[in-house]
């Protein structure tokens, strides 16, 4: 199916009162200026994800991983919702019968851009917790520029409020998405920017896929899941997603 032809399906699968489900990773934040991981360009190509992204990395060098996050949320905190976050947050409102938006992203940008039913399965990057307590303090309340590693004011040591390699992503994430696919099956999937290499966001694609709805992949360079997509856009999601909210061609 050539473009025109794609998004023309798509199109005519999100009008009327569509339910859909859209699953995020790192490459819709691109055009925002925010590196993705494994992309050209990603974080995990020149950067050791076990030293950065792991309890055991943390607890060897607690000041190397703040510093590391600490230029993210720089990064984060500098960065705008780009067209792309827009057009899902529009999406949103147009759905009717119901939305879930299931992203990575650790960076709120989905949030800011207007999307309101946002599950964060890895956790934010704008937000710190307790290493010993379950406290949860918002970045915020941080002051930033202090030498790393961040503790709270009673000298606690915090560390970031995001999921690292070996631990066990959100539940409550995990359970709204569940429970959306339990509800009723998606008219369409989204799967927007990511390299889709976790099973569970494999497997939340391919049951949505299953149900009955029409599966689709927006990325310049289409993942592992590609294969298994009904349609699979290769362009930028902030060029590709504000096009669907575009009238279905008549042609
Ligand atoms: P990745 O860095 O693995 O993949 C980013 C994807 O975005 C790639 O497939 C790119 O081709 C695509 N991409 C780049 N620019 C894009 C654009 N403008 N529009 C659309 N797509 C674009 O990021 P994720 O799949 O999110 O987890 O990675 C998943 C998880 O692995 C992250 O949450 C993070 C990482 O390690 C943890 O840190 C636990």
């Not at 925002?32 to 360009?41: D, L, N, P």
């Not at 949320?73 to 529009?90: C, D, M, Q, S, Y």
Request: proline share 7%; charged share 25%.
């Amino acid at each position: 199916m050539d473009d025109g032809g794609a998004f023309d399906a798509l199109r005519e699968r999100l009008a009327g009162a569509p339910r859909v489900l859209a699953i995020t990773g790192a490459g819709i934040s691109a055009e925002s200026g925010i590196s993705t991981f494994r992309g050209a360009g990603g974080w995990w190509k020149n950067h050791d994800p076990a030293r950065l992204a792991s309890p055991q990395g943390f607890a060897a060098d607690p000041a190397l991983v703040w510093e590391w996050y600490i230029h993210r949320i720089r990064t984060v905190l500098a960065a705008e919702p780009n067209a792309g976050h827009r057009a899902l947050a529009e999406l949103e409102r147009r759905a009717s019968s119901g939305f879930c938006l299931l992203t990575q992203n650790v960076d709120g940008l989905h949030q800011r851009a207007g999307s309101r039913r946002v599950h964060e399965i890895h956790g934010t990057i704008l937000q710190a917790r307790g290493t010993r307590s379950d406290r949860r303090v918002p970045v915020a309340d941080l002051d930033i520029d202090a030498p790393p590693p961040l503790r709270a004011a009673d000298g606690e040591l915090l560390r970031p409020d995001v999921v690292w390699f070996g631990e066990t992503i959100r539940t409550d994430a995990y359970r709204a998405v569940e429970t959306f696919l339990d509800q009723a099956p998606p008219d369409v999937c989204l799967v927007v920017g990511t390299s889709g290499m976790f099973p569970y966001i494999q497997a939340w694609a391919i049951r949505a896929r299953m149900a009955g709805a029409l599966l689709a992949e927006i990325n310049p360079e289409p993942g592992d899941l590609a294969s298994s997509c009904d349609i699979v856009i290769a362009r930028p999601a902030g060029e590709a997603l504000p096009k669907l909210l575009e009238p279905a061609s008549t042609s």
